[in-house]
């Protein structure tokens, strides 16, 4: 028993970190996209019209869709490059960087400064 | 006893699926930060699955809340009156902005709340996957571990924000309307 669960570590602790920086990355892509499709609907007319994907939600429905596939979009396509193999350490704080600034951007206050 | 069907709506969405969401987050949080001290008191190896299945259904709350709120909830809220209405009670984005005391509940909390609410499925999801992919094996990669982390409190403080701002918002301009449901009938005494 204690040599299956050391054998299984063993073959686990393989795992590189680029999956899971792929998945990091992607999300902070995502929210930043997200935060900045948000202030260029609110600052030009033509692309909020562009961002109206579903009459009813009116434009939040192209600003989360149009952000949620960047976000899908930019996770596969890292994924598929990083999934074996180690990736530097930095990607973490980036990743972590752009997701509080997407978040910082979403408070209208700081949103309409731009 | 009776309730509307957007009220029955709104209801799902903000205390179905939001308030579910808010009370799994302390959960999740506890978790991740028992599993990201050094030393930490018998994380034993049968809990993966648990937290797995666990995240994994708290981004299934989050996207039915999302998902609800923007495509079921928000257009009642932000529907236009016609020419000439002068009650706006089915109106509420048009309620809250016809008065100087009430036009930041929509311009500063409903602003923010429509953007903010949609980091909370994202950064939930990526957790789930990542702590599915890696499993106990996350053990062995601390800057993953405390990504996995302060995206989850991303998520907690940014559906604790939607949750406030949509209360605040439901209480001084409810989205009501559409069929009445009779839950119970009562007695006059």
């Given amino acids: 028993m204690t040599d299956m669960t050391s054998s299984d570590?063993?073959?686990?602790?393989?795992?590189?970190?680029?999956?899971?920086?792929?998945?990091?990355?992607?999300?902070?892509?995502?929210?930043?996209?997200?935060?900045?499709?948000?202030?260029?609907?609110?600052?030009?007319?033509a692309i909020k019209k562009l961002l109206i994907f579903y009459g009813p939600t009116g434009p939040l429905s192209g600003v989360t869709t149009t952000a949620i596939a960047i976000w899908l979009l930019s996770w596969a396509v890292l994924d598929i490059a990083w999934k074996r193999r180690d990736v530097t350490g930095v990607?973490?704080?980036?990743?972590?960087?752009?997701l509080a600034i997407g978040f910082l951007l979403m408070f209208p206050p700081i949103g309409d400064l731009f | 006893m009776e309730i509307t069907s957007r009220a029955l709506w709104t209801l799902i969405h903000g205390m179905g699926f939001g308030v579910?969401?808010?009370?799994?987050?302390?959960?999740?949080?506890?978790e991740l930060y028992r599993r990201c001290i050094p030393r930490s008191p018998s994380v034993a190896p049968n809990d993966g699955p648990f937290l797995k299945?666990?995240?994994?259904?708290?981004?299934?709350?989050?996207?039915?809340?999302?998902?609800?709120?923007?495509?079921?909830?928000?257009?009642?809220?932000?529907?236009?009156?016609?020419?000439?209405?002068?009650?706006?009670?089915?109106?509420?984005?048009?309620?809250?902005?016809?008065?100087?005391?009430?036009?930041?509940?929509?311009s500063l909390g409903m602003e923010w709340k429509e953007h903010v609410a949609w980091l909370v499925p994202i950064t939930i999801t990526m957790a789930a996957a990542v702590v599915t992919r890696y499993g106990t094996e996350l053990r062995n990669h601390p800057k993953?571990?405390?990504?996995?982390?302060?995206?989850?409190?991303?998520?907690?403080?940014?559906?604790?924000?939607?949750?406030?701002?949509?209360?605040?918002?439901?209480?001084?301009?409810?989205?009501?309307?559409?069929?009445?449901?009779?839950?119970?009938?009562?007695?006059?005494?």
């Fill in chain 1, 91 to 98: 990607i973490v704080p980036v990743s972590l960087c752009l």
């Fill in chain 1, 9 to 45: 570590a063993s073959q686990t602790a393989r795992l590189p970190n680029g999956a899971g920086s792929a998945a990091i990355l992607a999300t902070g892509i995502g929210s930043f996209t997200m935060a900045v499709l948000a202030i260029l609907g609110d600052q030009s007319p």
């Fill in chain 2, 53 to 106: 299945v666990y995240l994994i259904l708290m981004s299934l709350l989050a996207w039915l809340a999302v998902l609800s709120g923007t495509y079921i909830v928000y257009p009642w809220y932000r529907a236009i009156p016609p020419a000439g209405t002068t009650d706006l009670t089915g109106f509420p984005q048009k309620l809250l902005m016809s008065h100087p005391n009430t036009i930041e509940w929509h």
């Fill in chain 2, 20 to 30: 579910l969401y808010l009370m799994a987050c302390s959960g999740v949080l506890v």
């Fill in chain 2, 144 to 189: 993953l571990r405390s990504a996995v982390l302060g995206a989850v409190l991303f998520s907690f403080t940014s559906s604790a924000i939607a949750g406030f701002w949509g209360a605040m918002i439901d209480k001084s301009a409810p989205v009501e309307g559409g069929r009445t449901i009779t839950v119970m009938k009562g007695t006059v005494r």
